[in-house]
């Protein structure tokens, strides 16, 4: 019985120094800023809240981005809180600006050129400043002490992720150095028991997911927090308590465009701008053919389907097509998926396709495969051509 009762004893004075170790809330990790944008102009803005999870009150973050010129962008976050804990009875509350800027890159275009793949390096600074309260009590008694501070912190952050118009992915990695030039623990008729000037370094990886459409989409960020040096310091300063997890809304820019619908010709052959096909310069609607190669199709029916597509992994040619002097694809980006229309083909005279070659993309020269589907019959070209060159496909009805 004896020995019950001193165990008791025991685990009660070490659950009373546990309570008396409760930390102030006085830095707050906040929600990693990702812009990841394609473009001079892009942007992006966000409303939404996080931690601390167990608290009662208000938070408030406001974040937002804009990119200057097609490499660099800027960034900037506001975070407010305020909280009460223990029926009321404890109160704080928290302030933070940052501004930050960096360097963006794009990768793993779709067939439209539009982006996806996003990666950004960004560094900032922060200001930021806290109070808080802890009711520390002890055998006899309750204690209750207030706490203020203010810091200042440098961080560097490097993300990835990947945009599509329903789903925004992105790994971030944000790496910070906090000094806290101000930290004050106050008793009773606000005197000053302890004053202090210190510093700590954090790692954050951190995993954000948004869902929507397009413009406006449902976000929600998920973060760890290590210390790298000083952890004693970050620990006096921050709540375990706190989650970190973070939601709300996001509006940003989208810039891809729309594929363009094809241009058909007509099926009357009086109302065509037919022109002969010996003088191809005289053309109003083709730029002026320079290294022209010709190639005789015979073809069986009336109408015959031509699709284009890039010959390999897509990389931004562009090429124009005409036929019988009519555009049937104007300034179109080559992709993965084959882009058709069908033409009309005029009896007893040679009916001219021609492609010119617009701009090169990434390697050269322009590369692309065109399919000819005659009734059941499909015949496939593999052309390959520099800018401002152009190749001429004539179909000769059978």
Request: hydrophobic share 35%; net charge neutral.
């Amino acid at each position: 019985m004896k020995s019950n009762t001193l165990t008791l004893i025991s685990l009660g004075i070490f659950s009373l120094l546990l309570w008396s170790q409760c930390t102030p809330t006085l830095y707050v990790h906040n929600t990693l800023n990702t812009p990841l944008p394609a473009k001079k102009g892009d942007f992006k803005a966000s409303y939404g809240t996080i931690g601390p999870s167990s608290y009662e009150g208000t938070t408030l973050e406001f974040q937002g981005s804009y990119a200057l010129t097609d490499k660099v962008a800027v960034s900037g976050n506001v975070l407010t809180m305020d909280w009460t804990k223990n029926n009321e009875v404890l109160s704080g509350r928290h302030r933070l600006i940052e501004l930050g800027a960096g360097r963006y890159f794009t990768f793993w275009n779709n067939e439209r050129g539009f982006p996806m793949g996003r990666a950004e390096v960004m560094g900032g600074i922060g200001l930021g400043n806290g109070f808080d309260n802890n009711i520390v009590p002890n055998i006899f008694r309750e204690n209750q002490f207030d706490y203020r501070a203010g810091y200042q912190r440098l961080y560097v952050q490097p993300a990835a992720g990947i945009r599509i118009s329903v789903l925004d992915a992105t790994l971030a990695l944000r790496s910070s150095y906090v000094h806290f030039s101000k930290y004050e623990k106050l008793g009773q008729n606000n005197g000053v028991l302890e004053k202090d000037r210190f510093g700590f370094a954090t790692l954050e990886p951190a995993f954000t997911l948004s869902v929507g459409y397009k413009y406006v989409k449902i976000y929600t960020q998920m973060r760890a927090v290590h210390p790298l040096a000083n952890s004693d310091n970050w620990l006096k300063v921050t709540d375990i308590d706190l989650t970190p997890l973070s939601i709300g809304l996001v509006a940003s820019s989208w810039q891809e465009k729309r594929r363009d619908r094809p241009l058909v010709v007509v099926k009357t052959p009086a109302a065509q701008p037919v022109l002969p096909a010996s003088k191809p310069e005289q053309e109003p609607v083709e730029p002026s053919a320079t290294d022209s190669v010709s190639v005789l199709l015979p073809v069986a029916g009336s109408v015959t389907t031509i699709c284009i597509r890039d010959a390999g992994a897509p990389d931004e040619d562009i090429v124009s097509l005409s036929f019988n002097g009519v555009y049937i694809f104007q300034n179109t980006i080559l992709g993965r998926k084959f882009l058709c229309t069908d033409v009309q083909i005029v009896p007893d005279m040679e009916n001219v396709l021609r492609i010119h070659g617009i701009s090169e993309g990434k390697t050269t020269p322009i590369t692309m495969e065109v399919i000819i589907r005659d009734g059941k019959k499909e015949r496939s070209q593999y052309l390959r051509i520099k800018a401002g060159q152009t190749e001429e496909l004539r179909f000769v009805m059978e």
